[in-house]
Nanobody, 129 residues
Framework: QVQLVESGGGLVQAGGSLRLSCAAS????????MGWFRQAPGKEREFVAAISRSGANMVYTDSVKGRFTISRDNAKNTVYLQMDSLKPEDSSVYYC??????????????????????WGQGTQVTVYS
């Protein structure tokens, strides 16, 4: 049984920082690349960032480049999303996801929801001005 559990969300003032964590279990963590998505009320879920199996390569959506950093610790089966210089428009529920085993890590494939087969329950991030 694959489980992904996010934590670290909360309420923060614009310009502040949060660090999200996603603890994975139930599969060999280092064999799968990981992604973060977010969904605001009334909007579609959108891709935020992804990281390769080794952690050497990352992909970001344009709106978070230079502000967010995705990383992973394969020894701890955990992926992180460091969010700095937060803006009110970053307010969303953030989800981590683990990719299907056979998917290659490319910029086009990582941003598609159907690339991922397991999702966490989400953690709320609210940024106020």
């Amino acid at each position: 049984q694959v489980q992904l559990v996010e934590s670290g969300g909360g309420l923060v003032q614009a310009g502040g920082s949060l660090r999200l964590s996603c603890a994975a279990s139930g599969r060999t963590f280092s064999s799968y690349f990981m992604g973060w998505f977010r969904q605001a009320p009334g909007k579609e879920r959108e891709f935020v960032a992804a990281i390769s199996r080794s952690g050497a390569n990352m992909v970001y959506t344009d709106s978070v480049k230079g502000r967010f950093t995705i990383s992973r610790d394969n020894a701890k089966n955990t992926v992180y999303l460091q969010m700095d210089s937060l803006k009110p428009e970053d307010s969303s529920v953030y989800y981590c996801a683990t990719a299907r085993r056979d998917r290659p890590f490319t910029s086009s494939i990582t941003l598609m929801s159907e690339t991922y087969d397991y999702w966490g329950q989400g953690t709320q991030v609210t940024v106020y001005s």
